[in-house]
């Protein structure tokens, strides 16, 4: 099945530090998601995306929808300890379709 | 605040077993996913039904089936458990976007916590 291309596979910061992670497809999207999933959890829907070009944000975070509709980045700013974890992007392909296609994930370490 | 559960948090099996994984939400959604997450490879989905009794194959169904009796359950099974099916299984909820009205809005997942499975 299809996948979404999501980078970088891994991330190893120091407290403090901007990050910034992408997800990039072939197809167009209508809908782009963000969620982390912390150590021993299940995902948290983080950030959600509905229309070509939207920027959101959700206090140090910050996603966009790409022009394209076929790529999504996601941005931290200033990162502190509780960031870590594994971070998915998640897209839909039309406005009633049931299922999502998820990236590879990213896994964010911070050291102090 | 939405809930979905899954039965059991970590689970050791032997080869050849029969393994039955519960979830349960009470969110009322219609769609219910079942999902296996291994390291580089993401979640990778394995069923999902968007009714009760209803059911389709996702990318991943070989060695799996469900059941979905009740609209706020959903229960993957594995027949005869094999070591590669060692992994993280996640369930996860859904509204049912055309019911929605087509709401840009809808069709979020929300995930439970997960059930790591060991197989021997």
């Known amino acids: 099945g299809q996948q979404l291309n999501q980078s970088p596979q891994s991330m190893f910061i120091q407290e403090g530090e901007d990050v910034s992670m992408n997800c990039t497809s072939s197809?167009?999207?209508?809908?782009w998601l963000w969620y982390k999933q912390d150590p021993g959890e299940g995902p948290v829907l983080l950030i959600a995306?509905?229309?070509?070009?939207e920027l959101t944000s959700n206090g140090r975070l910050t996603a966009q929808f790409g022009i394209t509709r076929k790529d999504s980045f996601l941005n931290i700013s200033a990162s502190i300890p509780s960031d870590v974890g594994i971070y998915f992007c998640?897209?839909?392909?039309?406005?009633?379709?049931?299922?999502?296609?998820f990236g590879q994930g990213t896994r964010l370490t911070i050291n102090p | 605040d939405v809930k979905v559960t899954q039965s059991s948090r970590y689970l050791v099996k032997r080869t050849g077993e029969k393994v039955f994984l519960e979830c349960v939400q009470d969110?009322?959604?219609?769609?219910m996913f079942w999902y296996r997450q291994d390291p580089g490879l993401g979640l990778r989905l394995i069923y999902f039904?968007?009714?009760?009794?209803?059911?389709e194959k996702g990318d991943i169904p070989e060695g799996y089936s469900v059941s979905r009796e009740k609209k706020e359950r959903f229960s993957l099974i594995l027949e005869s458990a094999s070591t590669n099916q060692t992994s993280m299984y996640l369930c996860?909820?859904?509204?049912?976007?055309?019911?929605?009205?087509?709401?840009?809005?809808?069709?979020?997942?929300?995930f439970g916590e997960g059930s790591r499975l060991t197989v021997l």
């Open positions: 039904s968007y009714d009760v009794k209803m059911k």
């Open positions: 969110m009322d959604h219609e769609n």
């Open positions: 998640a897209g839909r392909k039309g406005q009633g379709a049931q299922k999502l296609v």
């Open positions: 996860a909820s859904s509204l049912n976007p055309l019911l929605a009205g087509g709401s840009a809005n809808t069709g979020e997942l929300f």
């Open positions: 197809s167009i999207f209508n809908t």
């Open positions: 995306l509905y229309k070509a070009g």
